[in-house]
T-cell receptor, first 112, second 114 residues
Framework: DSGVTQTPKHLITATGQRVTLRCSPR?????VYWYQQSLDQGLQFLIQ???????AKGNILERFSAQQFPDLHSELNLSSLELGDSALYFC???????????FGSGTRLTVV | GQQVMQIPQYQHVQEGEDFTTYCNSS?????IQWYKQRPGGHPVFLIQ?????EVKKQKRLTFQFGEAKKNSSLHITATQTTDVGTYFC??????????????FGQGTTLQVKP
């Protein structure tokens, strides 16, 4: 157990639907990062939150949004899902904005 | 945009042989980190290099950061079957220390034949 908790582990949904992925960072970590991992594109940075505020944004689609709550857990919302959104979504956390990440075990999203 | 290229994409070695993966950034990096992802698992942090020309060792693993802080390598001596997995480098672009955002390379997948 890395200390970063992601739920659910697996999600199967239909095109056009909306899903929410949840992440609880390691205790004491203020930064939360979301990455998408697909076979052909490696780990793609989506978005970062630091202590409740958005700190950096990557190539995140407009259909995707995220937030970090006062207890520091974060949610990634994916809407109007397409087949191409099928991927492994990782959440990672770090104490501040430097140093190594601790990754969660990921949510495998399958859009059918 | 900022890119981190990693080669080779795949490497098959016989147990006991050495292995090296190389990482090259399009921009100067503040630091570079290395992660290992076992099949079916999540990336696990191995090490961070910060200084120009830095070399760090962890048992059979040797990590180097280039003088220009744009490239890095990971060398494994005498591979074992437990080394199987995908090794990622991840660079923090210079000037982005207020974000902590990392740009990941595509990874090198290592297979070790016993």
């Amino acid at each position: 157990d890395s200390g970063v908790t992601q739920t659910p582990k697996h999600l199967i949904t239909a095109t056009g639907q909306r899903v929410t992925l949840r992440c609880s960072p390691r205790s004491g970590d203020l930064s939360v990062y979301w990455y998408q991992q697909s076979l052909d594109q490696g780990l793609q940075f989506l978005i970062q939150y630091y202590n409740g505020e958005e700190r950096a944004k990557g190539n995140i689609l407009e259909r995707f949004s995220a937030q970090q709550f006062p207890d520091l857990h974060s949610e990634l919302n994916l809407s109007s899902l397409e087949l191409g959104d099928s991927a492994l979504y990782f959440c990672a956390s770090s104490p501040r904005t430097e140093g190594g990440y601790t990754f969660g075990s990921g949510t495998r999203l399958t859009v059918v | 945009g900022q890119q981190v290229m990693q080669i080779p994409q795949y490497q098959h070695v016989q147990e006991g042989e050495d292995f090296t993966t190389y990482c090259n950034s399009s921009t100067t990096l503040s630091n570079i980190q290395w992660y290992k992802q076992r099949p079916g698992g999540h990336p696990v942090f191995l090490i961070q290099l910060v200084k120009s020309g830095e070399v760090k060792k962890q048992k059979r693993l040797t990590f180097q950061f280039g003088e220009a802080k744009k490239n890095s390598s990971l060398h494994i001596t005498a591979t074992q079957t437990t080394d199987v997995g995908t090794y990622f480098c991840a660079g923090q672009p210079y000037g982005s220390s207020n974000t902590g955002k990392l740009i990941f390379g595509q990874g090198t997948t290592l297979q070790v034949k016993p």
